[in-house]
């Protein structure tokens, strides 16, 4: 029987830390395969391990006295561990982003849905990925699209020696809720309302960020175009390579508040409305897309107005989009589809590539 892959997590008890230690016991392995065992747990101003890698319980982090180690601490801490070790991590902090090469030279595997580590500039990115090695792996699926099989699909294009041409796509739930929203491909009887009302009522539903200029400046989707350049090849240097398009007006650039920004965003309607107007006449819908065009080495994200019929027009609801275009697939591309958003399938993807990891070092 192979050893147990200890686990340590940072980011335990935030919405996707949660929803993965929920997860957890319901992972299926392979028959013989010993289930992971948790050594160290994080949240922000709490760490819980013990001294002898024995296991530790999710419950006892709120109580827990265990002294704070820094990153390098805890690197050196997991690297003496008995058993392989994966470091899961569950936040979006830069600075445990930059540490992953650190980790990955003391041997630890690291699993994570964080963006900024991928979509940094570039040194990090090869930084990390000269790092890997067959006992020290990174994945990533949940970086880009919660868990769906968006990475691993392009990744498999690419390894299997097929040439993507082009990717594009919705690539964030709260940008596709809102234009969904606004600009139906399908007439409706009733208004849908004016663009501030739509982003009032994602606010409320809990669609945005608490303050939605962190999804209206479309440095999300960005992030996930890069990643995506990056994994076929294209050396972009960072989210300031490439025009992003952003729907904060830039009279309220410098709202002192989200709802300073809510209450005065009602002034800038007419220009979302000019947009949905323009589509109309040319019998299109206007969305907020990304592109990777790696025969041209371009990336751009920004409002787009797109064919009635399209894969993209007919999103509904949050669902994410995306489209592989390559020279195997022809002129219709590839296409994955679902929800790119929440705690729970962002916790599922995070899961599935820990099982990938637990298969590869067991």
């Known amino acids: 029987m192979s050893k147990p892959i200890s686990l340590a997590i940072i980011g335990a008890t935030g919405g996707v830390g949660s929803a993965f230690l929920a997860a957890l016991p319901s992972i299926v392995l392979p028959p013989s395969t010993p289930r992971p065992q948790l050594i160290f747990l994080s949240r922000?101003?709490?760490?819980?391990y013990n001294k002898d890698y024995s296991p530790v319980s999710p419950e006892d982090l709120a109580s827990s006295s265990s002294p704070l180690l820094s990153l390098p601490d805890l690197a050196k801490y997991l690297s003496t561990s008995p058993n392989p070790t994966v470091l899961v991590d569950n936040t979006s902090d830069q600075s445990v982003a930059e540490a992953y090469p650190l980790f990955l030279k003391s041997n630890i595997s690291i699993i994570t849905p964080n963006k900024k580590a991928f979509s940094s500039p570039l040194p990090l990115w090869n930084a990390i990925f000269s790092a890997v090695t067959r006992t020290a792996l990174v994945y990533h699926e949940s970086s880009v699209g919660a868990g769906l099989p968006i990475i691993s699909t392009l990744n498999d294009l690419v390894?299997?020696?097929d040439q993507?041409?082009?990717i594009e796509g919705v690539f964030s739930g709260t940008m596709s809720f809102l234009f969904n929203t606004f600009?139906?491909?399908?007439?409706?009887a009733s208004s849908p309302g004016k663009w501030s009302e739509i982003v009032g009522k994602a606010k409320a539903a809990g669609y945005t960020e608490p303050d939605p200029r962190d999804d209206l400046n479309g440095m999300d989707v960005a992030r996930k175009c890069v990643i995506l350049a990056r994994c076929a090849g294209l050396k972009v240097e960072s989210t300031s390579s490439f025009p992003i398009q952003s729907l904060i007006p830039s009279a309220l650039e410098s709202a002192s508040s989200a709802d300073e920004f809510m209450q005065k965003l009602p002034n800038h309607d007419d220009e979302?409305?000019?947009y949905k107007t323009e589509a109309k006449?040319?019998?299109k819908v206007v969305r907020y897309v990304g592109k990777v065009d790696v025969e041209n080495n371009k990336v751009s994200v920004g409002l787009e107005m797109v064919d009635q019929g399209s894969p993209i027009a007919g999103l509904k609801g949050s669902d994410n989009l995306i489209c592989f275009y390559t020279k195997r697939y022809g002129s219709n591309p590839l296409v994955v589809q679902?929800?790119?958003a929440g705690n729970e399938v962002t916790a599922m993807g995070v899961l599935a590539d820990l099982v990938k990891v637990i298969e590869r070092l067991g």
């Open 272 to 274: 979302m409305e000019s």
């Open 159 to 161: 390894r299997t020696g």
């Open 338 to 340: 679902g929800a790119g």
């Open 281 to 283: 006449k040319q019998g």
């Open 164 to 166: 993507v041409t082009r």
């Open 44 to 48: 922000s101003k709490k760490q819980l």
């Open 183 to 188: 600009a139906p491909a399908s007439e409706s």
